[in-house]
């Protein structure tokens, strides 16, 4: 073989490595403001009294009887446990037309970042259509998907599995 065809071979050999390396993650969004009772910063409460404010994500967290769905492994499906947590959601984004929301998609920490990324997707998208079957206008809410990127419950057992599955309803405004 001549020279410039080692070196030919050489070449193709270090793209064909560099091609294979480990692509770094992108930067992921800041993750979302605490989403327990406000401690009165935030104008969630009222300014003296601590009195929760209608509309706002406090009285969102206390009026609902959850914010987040879980859904069972690989699955999108809203099942009866779901519908009653976001019948709950519904009832209260229609006394508040002005709120908006983001429905972020979760999965556990199985499968590559591609197969949870969609999955997540398919889990938020699934929540916010019930929603607006339920009436929530469409234009209301986003959503997104963090795949495996935020687990609730760091583990890898079955109970940190489930936990991780989910779609949360975020207040936006």
Request: glycine share 8%; net charge positive.
């Amino acid at each position: 073989m001549s020279r410039f065809t080692n070196i030919l071979l050489a070449a193709t050999a270090l793209v064909a490595v560099a091609g294979c390396a480990k692509k770094r993650p992108p930067v992921l969004p800041p993750a979302p403001a605490d989403s327990g009772v406000d401690q009165g910063n935030s104008g969630a409460t009222g300014p003296s009294t601590g009195a929760i404010v209608p509309g706002s994500d406090a009285d969102f967290q206390r009026s609902v009887q959850s914010n987040t769905v879980n859904f069972a492994l690989d699955m999108y499906d809203i099942d009866s446990t779901a519908r009653a947590i976001l019948d709950s959601q519904a009832q209260w984004l229609a006394r508040y037309p002005n709120v908006r929301v983001t429905i972020e998609g979760h999965a556990d920490e199985r499968g590559t970042r591609e197969y949870n990324l969609a999955l997540g997707d398919r889990r938020a998208n699934a929540t916010k259509n019930y929603l607006a079957a339920k009436g929530v206008p469409a234009e209301r809410m986003t959503t997104i998907s963090y795949g495996k990127e935020r687990p609730l419950r760091v583990g890898s057992d079955d109970q940190s599995w489930a936990e991780n599955r989910r779609a949360v309803t975020v207040i936006l405004n």
